[in-house]
DNA sequence: TATGAATGAGTATTCATTCAT
DNA sequence: GATGAATGAATACTCATTCAT
């Protein structure tokens, strides 16, 4: 129960069968019916457990985050401002290799975006992500790691780039061997710190 | 409304409001009783002009590519491999802002996986503006616009960056006004060629 | 247009389809689309030549019921009795022989029984051949070509006999070909003739 | 209502109902609504007993068979193949009268004939009641009660003529007290036993 | 905790038919 | 004679949810 992916009490299970189905057909395909059937238990049993569909679909947001969360904070552990950038690429880079539909559901599912608009916590738990890569940015540019730059502009750009790379990588279009996926990662992180034109 | 995307048949009529609604709630949520309350037809009516379902969003496919190569292929006017480079990037950027849903259709939906998987036609139609682009890169590199560097990895770093930044800007994320949008994404792109670290 | 199955007029060519297509699938599943479509004309145009499914389902039963009189009454020129009555199962062998689905409609489909309740010209065509039947059956009698017995009784045998024994073929349950199904149907005939026990 | 058809599991009593539309309009007629409506649940709630139509309708056949075979089984206890024979009769006649529309759905309906084609299991079923049926036969002209003849062929006969003379009875055309039909079926047996013409 | 029965709304789709052309 | 567009009713089936047990 304490690790992140492993749970025995059925409210666990329930949620990761229903996090898998979901990855693969959307809220709308999202069927207590079915859910309950890949648990093996009846299908109304699951309202012991959730209250209702929304709730249940809310947990799911709501470990997601967490466990993102999760992955991204032992950076701060790191002594330099750049340690601690270059940790939560690799970080990050990790959860996405653990939890891929997680990374889905927060960086490209657009149901979670509807929750995310209705429920204030869940915007929350969003910030608090997003505000931990901004900020080892900015500390890197105070630092002088990288250049003399707009930090907000750079961070636009350094989380546009690994959220497309890790959709390029979900999405299938970069090679599939986990060791291959990590080196082409840090490859192309350098290159973006780096620039690719001649002057 | 002035735009090339209208048209006034119903079937045309029908197309259009089914991206709305698909762009909305995805293929599972797509209805054709929704789709024809908003077109103000009986729900039957839609299979006068759709034989089904997922023909219409077959349709709604095959018109999302075919609008994105007919934004892309001017580009090869220019004169230079990197003016034609630059104008892929300006036509693709003038594509995601004339076409946000189409957008979202073509790099982000996981529906749209599943029916290129499917179907050889709209496979071949997603190579097209696949190789477009990866063209134009190695281009670049051969007449040294860019670094002597790996092509296929640097078709990923761009790639991944434009994509990541377009769904940022789908996502709400980005800064509404669309001049505003269009100074960052130069900056963007020229932070992207130049680096942005020190060293 | 002479020959009972044979006729060029379009309103013809959809009684033919129509008969063909509801043999398949009963009345209910008796589609105007379908009947179309086999047709080469579209659905609506069927409304030109029959005002609607049960106008031209009933000519369906109608042209089956001509089409068997037809068959039968030519027996009547032979010069006795005997050679009446064998004619008329030679003439009827041929009738399910030459169009089986026209047996199958008259004789087994319910739909049929539907109609004829409903439709007294239908149960006037319906008699003609029934009783033509039991006249060859009276005349056999009264001349002594079969023991002295109960004239409608003999009738309802010979009737259930010679229905059962087509039902078997229709149903796939005989050989298949023509010549062993006529030489099978000739020694069935005799064997009710003469009997099968040994007193 | 005292037969032993009748049970109250909502289960069973879909089934009664489903079967007694089915021989009203057949397969393509049965409609789900209309069962339910009969039964007096809603529509849906059929799901919870029969996965679907299809299913629902197997069940149907299938206790067809189950009943005829039922029916037919006890004629193995007399002691001669003369009344083993006799008493088959007695048993199909007693089926038929009890149940006219299993008779009519495993003799005549030719969607039955279509489920056969497709579902081993029931043509298991169906095989078991011809098989009894041709081994009374075969049993009688071993023991010298019917004339040394060709086996398959006086099955032909007997099938086709006690097929042919329910169909009638189902058809309304023979008289409908139930003493008089059998009386009506044992004089018939008779005649087709010992023959009806002179020599 | 869990289940089975049931419901009512909703889904895609087919159909006979009408109407304007 | 024929068509295409459209309609409204019907069909099988799925779903979230409630309730009694």
């Known amino acids: 129960m304490t690790s992140e992916s492993t749970s025995n009490s059925t409210k666990d299970i329930i949620l990761e069968r229903a996090l898998e189905q979901y990855m693969e057909v959307g809220y709308k395909g999202l069927s207590m019916r079915n859910i309950a ?19 249940l679909f809310h947990q799911i947001i709501k470990t997601g985050f967490g466990t993102y969360t ?10 330099t401002a750049e340690k601690r950038f270059r ?8 959860f996405v290799l653990d939890h891929p539909k997680y990374f889905e559901l927060i960086f490209v ?10 429920h ?20 890197c540019i105070k630092e002088g790691v990288f250049k003399e730059d707009h930090p907000g502009e ?12 890790f959709s390029l990588y979900i999405g299938g279009l970069l ?22 034109s001649i002057t």
């Open 109 to 118: 599912k657009s149901d979670t975006k509807d929750e995310l608009a209705n």
């Open 70 to 79: 999760k992955y991204l904070m032992p950076a701060l552990e790191a002594d």
């Open 154 to 165: 750079v961070s636009v750009l350094l989380l546009a780039s690994f959220t497309g790379f």
């Open 175 to 196: 090679p599939r061997s986990e060791d291959e996926v990590r080196a082409l990662y840090w490859r192309t992180v350098n290159r973006i710190l780096n620039g690719i």
């Open 37 to 55: 059937q890949k648990v093996g238990i009846s299908a109304t049993a699951i309202y012991r457990h959730y209250s209702n569909k929304e709730a």
């Open 87 to 94: 940790q939560t690429l690799e970080n990050a880079l990790n």
């Open 120 to 139: 204030d916590d869940l915007r929350k738990d969003s910030k608090i992500s997003f505000d931990f890569y901004s900020a080892r940015i900015h500390e």
